[in-house]
């Protein structure tokens, strides 16, 4: 039984926690991202750099050169000017979901569609492109 | 924001007051538990028995229609190992994904019998 | 050669109702499609892979050719070659005086109505006679076609097509080269056609056109001499598919398909690869 409580305490503690952290997130983003980025935001983004290089997730660099990227390939175009080019979050994050919707002959994989990265990689995966 | 937070908060401690008193009740009634649990772990293999049959099934075919694919197995495997050492939450997961590519592998299999015809250079 | 397909394509049509192939036309398509990638480059340098395309590692592979690392398997393969079967044949009697015959494989065997590598044949002879056949990949059975590649040096392939069953084994080797497959939903040409000259991280993808000439390789990252369906599986395995079975009828379709493809270029073999 206590254990069992305690158990229950922890959890609630930790959504809190987490709650906490997401309440916090969307004051941050409201009160304008110009400052200094938060530092959820750079978790995301750095997770996402993981998501980008790591040869089992995406891989990226296989075909992509991303500054700051070891070996990059130049299969692809360099994801250079990110923000500026695809502003649009939805728009990129279906580029990599299935790339063939914008071009049915491209060589990139459908990361989404063919289940290589889960909805969560892609979306740091899109913060962090956003970043570059 | 502020008052979100608190709702949430009472929200979440309704919840767990309610598994509490779950956790009593069962307490209470011991062989009762012990009986339930028996069938449900029955239910859960028959379950995951059930599941790896239609994902070993799809495997296959996709492996007749040439389209294989070599995560699809990977999960395949996982799940068996899973099960063997008694883990079915993760025998359960994988053989779900295992299903997933399977069905995935076999769209491919169907568009791509005609759609190459257009890539031959001329 | 354009008299032998104007046979196979009347053949073709009469017997096996509207076959639209036209294994030559197609040849001759792939190697302008490369000329239009390639201006300037010779064409018949693709016998050396994607050294034809990159200085730097040219000048490691010529320098590795030196000493070439495939040396011992031909040594090797001369002797296996020579060695008579416990019934006293050998595989002279089975390909003749001269075993530099590889220009010819894969060959559309007629009366099997199948295709036929040069590492089936070998096997097939060494059954005939009573031996048990090789491990296909790697071993003897690479090492004796390494002795028998060597001695086809100079000669240009001269692969036939000529029965409607030959066409449709060619087809299937065709239809399974542009078919995306894998998870990652590659076709051969993906990398081998789109993707050609460019960098996959640290390696350069060489053309399609010439990839049939130089094999057995033997490849630094194996560290031993192997046939070309070992580097088939390779890139099936890349794009997490499943690869299929080395000479099961899909392997050897496609060797013959892909062979063809560099049908007329010259025989280097056996080769070197990183």
Redesign the interface.
Known sequence: MGSFQLKHISVIAGLAASLMLVTGLVTAQDSGAENSVNPELAKRIEAGRVVLEDRKKGNCLSCHLVIGGELPGNAGPPLIAMKARWPDRAALKSQIYDPNLRNPDTIMPPYGRHRMLTDTELDVLVDFIQSL | ?KE??IF??MA??LV?CG??DQ?VAT?ETETQDQATTVVAEVAETRDFSSLIQQAEDLYAQT?AA????????DRLKEARQSASEGDMDNAVANAE?AI??AE??LI?AEA?KT???D???? | MKWTNLTALVLATVFAGPVQADPEAERLALRSLYEQKFPGVDLEEFKNGVYAIDEKMREQWVEMEDFPPYEIAIDEGEELYNTPFTNGKSYADCFGEDPGVKHNYPMFDEAKGEVVTLEVAINNCRQENGEEALPWLVGELAEISAYMAYNSRGNNFEIKIDSPAAIAAYEHGKQFYYTRRGQMNFECRSCHQQNVGYMLRAERISPSLGHATHWPVYRGRWQYIGNIQKRFQECNIQVRAVPFEPQSEEYRNLEYFLTYMSNGMELNGPGSRR
């Not at chain 2, 040439?66 to 197995?73: E, I, P, Q, R, Y």
């Not at chain 2, 890539?119 to 001329?122: D, E, G, L």
């Open positions: 924001m979100l937070f949430s908060l979440l401690s767990a598994k509490q956790a307490t492996k040439n389209h294989a694919w070599s995560v699809n197995l994904e997933k590519l995935l592998a491919q791509e759609l190459w015809q890539r031959v250079p001329k």
